[in-house]
């Protein structure tokens, strides 16, 4: 998948592509959330531009952490061009999250996503397991019968033309809330390459960089990262922006979901204003658990 986005920044920008490891395609038996440290899929990526060794980075924007590494840019960021929400994908015989039998094994990495299924089907009792590998080993570890269903993002789905193939269920992307700046793609390059800056700022869609910032800003104000369950939806109306986000405690039955809406041009101030509504109704006491000391 990072290649076939890589190629997809590369149809509009040129170039010649180099592929770099991450210390998160390398782990393979962690949960994301287990792992020690943030971003765990662009570390090396990083390295490779301070270091001189490659210009431009694309980046998956969920994966990185919201505080920039210093001596780099996150130069444009494209225009959505796939659905942001989540999937839900099957064996034969099964078409939906309701038809699944109570206990069925659902594979998952993310605990955002875990969190979200068990309070929106309670009654199920779903038995929620890590499964880690790229997107092809996770559907053939599907159809082998080592899950019921798995969990993952459209957006993989789609940039790699499987929607017409897979048998899944799109969930509405208002009622389980994606990732912060899940589907959004980041090029990234040194800060003192102005001239390089500039071209690649041509790419720059500002409606989604507004969107994605505001949800970034949510989740950076409530400390945490994508590892953690915190959720988002975003959606720009005229020049207002409209921002939901919602927190689940990591075992119990419980969430806060706010919503707020504002001046589009005012989209990180409005993350930082949705988290405090949810600080004070006690969301950082429900990510308490999770969240790893400064």
């Not at 009654?123 to 559907?139: A, D």
């Not at 269903?149 to 790699?160: E, F, K, M």
Request: proline letters at 3%.
């Amino acid at each position: 998948l990072a290649m076939v986005q890589t190629r997809y920044v590369q149809s509009m920008i040129g170039g010649e592509i180099v592929g770099v490891s991450s210390y998160g395609d390398q782990n393979l038996t962690a949960p994301l959330y287990e792992m020690k440290g943030i971003g765990v899929f662009v570390k090396m990526l990083e390295v490779e531009l301070l270091e001189s060794r490659a210009q431009v980075a694309v980046h998956s924007l969920k994966d990185m952490p919201t505080n920039t590494q210093e001596g780099l840019s996150i130069a444009a960021v494209p225009k959505f061009n796939v659905p942001r929400g989540d999937v839900a994908v099957f064996r034969e015989g099964t078409s939906n999250l309701e038809d699944l039998a109570e206990g069925s094994k659902i594979g998952t990495s993310s605990l955002r996503r875990s969190r979200l299924i068990a309070c929106a089907f309670p009654h199920k009792n779903f038995e929620f397991s890590n499964i880690r590998g790229n997107l092809n080993t996770r559907v053939r570890k599907l159809e082998n019968g080592d899950y019921d269903c798995i969990l993952l993002a459209a957006a993989g789905i789609h940039r790699l033309n499987w929607h017409e193939t897979l048998n899944m269920q799109y969930l509405g992307e208002e009622e389980f809330l994606y990732a912060p700046g899940q589907a959004a793609l980041a090029i990234q390059c040194r800060e003192d390459n102005l001239a390089l800056r500039e071209f690649l700022s041509s790419f720059e869609d500002y409606e989604t960089r507004q969107r994605v910032e505001a949800e970034r800003k949510f989740m950076q104000d409530l400390e945490g990262g994508c590892k953690l369950p915190i959720g988002v939806f975003t959606e720009v109306r005229g020049s207002e922006l409209r921002l939901i986000g919602q927190v689940w405690h990591p075992t119990e039955n419980l969430s806060i979901r706010e919503e707020i809406t504002g001046n589009l041009e005012q989209a990180q101030e409005l993350g930082v204003r949705l988290s405090e509504v949810v600080k004070a109704k006690g969301g950082l006491e429900i990510l308490h658990s999770l969240i790893e000391p400064k």
